[in-house]
T-cell receptor, first 111, second 111 residues
Framework: KAGVTQTPRYLIKTRGQQVTLSCSPI?????VSWYQQTPGQGLQFLFE???????NKGNFPGRFSGRQFSNSRSEMNVSTLELGDSALYLC??????????FGSGTRLTVV | SQQGEEDPQALSIQEGENATMNCSYK?????LQWYRQNSGRGLVHLIL?????REKHSGRLRVTLDTSKKSSSLLITASRAADTASYFC???????????FGTGTRLLVSP
């Protein structure tokens, strides 16, 4: 079966801009969660969606938002980008049995 | 802040040797998982151990879980150069619908 697809793989944005990242989960998985990975903070949970509803949110500012569509695909948006938002953003899909499959990530660089 | 702590932070061994990584966590868990990450790419799921299990094997991997000590260990036997990567433990707590990651161990296996 197809894995988790994240697009784009790489992004370079300027401070103050906004960005939208996309994640297509494994077919049949209804849960999608997002994580940010930086050298300083490691892997941190952003939010989790299930059937188009946000069930859980990490400790990130309101500039970070997300949504999930009826086909379970999810997007996350970061507005008013800051240099510190440069990171690898990973999404994971889950079938609800404690199994998480991660995508290859989107590497965001803010200049 | 991250829940899990891993040690060592870095480990350098020769091919054929065994590698052991340890993970400690703070709260009750449903399960604990180990992931591998190559050069800042996506996370690859290695093994999941549930809170009522004490040991699990998968190929050259052996994972133990001690819930009384809130700790886990990952043993990779007969290491290969291809095992060079960062390894993360992640816990899945009750009702949280998210993974909490450890700080990771960087493993270098030299030919």
């Amino acid at each position: 079966k197809a894995g988790v697809t994240q697009t784009p793989r790489y992004l370079i944005k300027t401070r103050g801009q906004q960005v939208t990242l996309s994640c297509s989960p494994i077919s049949g998985h209804r849960s999608v969660s997002w994580y940010q990975q930086t050298p300083g903070q490691g892997l941190q949970f952003l939010f989790e969606y299930f059937s188009e509803t946000q069930r859980n949110k990490g400790n990130f500012p309101g500039r970070f938002s997300g949504r999930q569509f009826s086909n379970s695909r999810s997007e996350m948006n970061v507005s008013t980008l800051e240099l510190g938002d440069s990171a690898l953003y990973l999404c994971a899909s889950s079938g609800g049995q404690g199994d998480y499959t991660f995508g290859s990530g989107t590497r965001l660089t803010v200049v | 802040s991250q829940q899990g702590e891993e040690d060592p932070q870095a480990l350098s061994i020769q091919e054929g040797e065994n590698a052991t990584m340890n993970c400690s966590y703070k709260t009750s868990i449903n399960n604990l998982q180990w992931y591998r990450q190559n050069s800042g790419r996506g996370l690859v799921h290695l093994i999941l151990i549930r809170s009522n299990e004490r040991e699990k094997h998968s190929g050259r991997l052996r994972v133990t879980l001690d819930t009384s000590k809130k700790s886990s260990s990952l043993l990779i036997t007969a290491s290969r150069a291809a095992d060079t990567a960062s390894y993360f433990c992640a816990t899945d707590g009750t009702g949280f619908q998210k993974l909490v990651f450890g700080t990771g161990t960087r493993l270098l296996v030299s030919p």
